[in-house]
């Protein structure tokens, strides 16, 4: 049993999924009990939702774990009120804890059954983050119950991390997530375990610290996590923190050529590791790439070297709901940055910015561009159907920038020019334009500085002073060209110059 363990687990490892599969049926028909069945079901469960079969892989999870004693309910019939119980029992039984308690609880020992429904419960809340994610609160508040209860793994620490992610994403309390990202991190090294770091990581700097610290801050420790996760054997959790990596490059306005090149290696070595669903994650955002730096001919069209929209298969859109998403955000963002407001207005209607994700960078830009797109429909159209997209978007950039002004104050400030600028307020407009203009500068985002720049100078165009809006439209061409979005520099040209 152990030798085609090791083989399926090695097989997992290089993506060889067409041997793993002989491996694990073999072994699970020859298994006797629940104890020799558990190894090579972890390994199916991994190799499952690498291929991107995740309602596969997590109801193969929710089976084992049910069968350990730790009853969930089933992937179909779960309700916003099961995710809300779970929360609720979580934050009651951590209530009577004190943050030493938290850091000293004692280690789980031994080859319990605990310690064995703690590795597919936290298997099922990667998954859940991914595909169902109205699900994700019950695995992972399972893990912090039972790590209370019993004692802590290092699983545990990535369920600590997963619940602070809840608090940042459903409840809105930044500090307390903060505080469980914290606690993830230090219940991580007490086990000193690199080959768990990728994991714990994941959550505490591709979602929690966002809201609290510099984007800019998450990248250093994001890419020690994909060598570490590539140098263990983790090639699944490190080709996920890759993509992560790239994207908050994104949005940090690294230069996009370099961002293209790392995301070129990346998804090569996803190929090369078939990890399916996260290449398939990361296409939308290579491409949004592609386009700004001038690649398509059409920059809001996402087709070209990484994906073609208008011949996705069937299979790429059913199989994964967190694709759709992505595709349906990313083509939003350009649709607003090259004007083309009427089409960008079609996802703003489906209230896309209501949908939780990682804050930086699409439920920050979803909410930001919505809002944009909804102030410049209503300068077509009058207010009306705009106002609540409006009201909403900036009532949520405005609890953010509080939380983490480095990320979200420059975009706030944006909002309430743009808006200013709809009730007719121009000297007001112009004061929260050039704090736009000087905050993005001052917080490093080039991008945004430049887009707060072109937006300030169609505001001169539009009130008649056209010797300004010539000035801050070539300073605007001058910060795209910095950040590589030809594209864009060419779209200023051809549309205002």
């Known amino acids: 049993f152990d030798v085609y363990n090791s083989c399926a687990e090695t097989e997992n490892v290089l993506g060889d999924f067409d041997a793993i599969e002989g491996h694990l049926k073999m072994l699970l028909a020859q298994a006797e009990t629940l104890e020799e069945k558990l190894r090579p079901n972890y390994t199916l469960v991994k190799s499952l939702g690498a291929q991107g079969g995740c309602n596969d892989a997590m109801n193969a999870a929710i089976t084992v774990v049910n069968q350990l004693g730790e009853m969930l309910p089933p992937l179909h019939d779960a309700t916003d009120a099961d995710a809300k119980k779970e929360i609720g029992m979580t934050m009651k039984m951590l209530a009577a804890q004190d943050e030493d308690s938290l850091l000293n609880l004692k280690t789980l020992e031994g080859d319990c059954a605990e310690k064995h429904t703690m590795r597919f419960l936290h298997e099922l809340v990667f998954l859940a983050y991914f595909e169902k994610r109205s699900y994700f609160p019950i695995p992972a508040c399972r893990i912090v119950r039972l790590s209370v209860s019993h004692g802590v793994c290092r699983e545990s620490a990535a369920g600590f991390g997963a619940f602070g992610a809840i608090h940042c994403l459903a ?42 610290e510099p984007a800019h801050a998450c990248l250093p420790p994001l890419k020690c996590a994909v060598e570490i996760g590539l140098a263990t054997g983790d090639t699944e959790y490190a080709m996920f923190i890759a993509h992560t990596h790239c994207v908050i490059s994104f949005a940090v306005g690294k230069e996009l050529g370099e961002v293209l090149k790392d995301m070129r290696m990346y998804s090569q070595h996803m190929l090369t590791y078939n990890q399916h669903r996260t290449h398939l994650h990361s296409r939308p955002f290579h491409q949004a790439v592609l386009n700004l730096l001038g690649y398509s001919a059409n920059p809001i069209l996402m087709t070209g070297e990484a994906m073609d929209e208008i011949s996705l298969s069937a299979f790429d859109v059913d199989s994964s709901n967190q694709f759709a998403i992505y595709v349906h955000s990313v083509r939003m963002w350009l649709e607003c940055m090259f004007g083309e407001y009427q089409l960008a207005w079609g996802s703003c209607k489906d209230r896309i910015w209501e949908k939780p994700a990682a804050l930086i960078p699409t439920w920050c830009y979803n909410t930001f561009y919505s809002c944009l797109t909804a102030i410049a429909m209503a300068r077509l159209d009058g207010e009306g159907e705009y106002l609540e997209t409006i009201d909403k978007t900036m009532a949520q950039m405005t609890a953010w920038a509080r939380a983490t002004p480095w990320n979200c104050q420059n975009k706030l400030e944006l909002m309430k020019a743009e808006f200013a600028h709809l009730k007719g307020d121009h000297n007001l407009a112009a004061e929260f334009f050039e704090l736009s203009i000087k905050l993005s500068a001052k917080h490093r985002f080039i991008h945004e500085e430049a887009l707060a720049l072109e937006r300030y100078g169609l505001f001169h165009l539009e009130t008649g002073d056209h010797s300004t809006a010539y000035v801050l439209l070539k300073r ?3 910060c795209y060209s910095q950040w590589g979005a030809l594209g864009k520099v060419a779209h200023i040209n051809e549309q205002y110059l």
């Open 171 to 212: 409840l809105g309390n930044f500090a307390q997530g903060y505080r469980f990202g914290k606690l993830a991190l230090s219940i991580n090294e007490r086990f000193q375990d690199n080959e768990f770091l990728a994991k714990v990581y994941t959550p505490v700097y591709g979602v929690i610290n966002n809201w609290t």
């Open 476 to 478: 605007a061409q001058v």
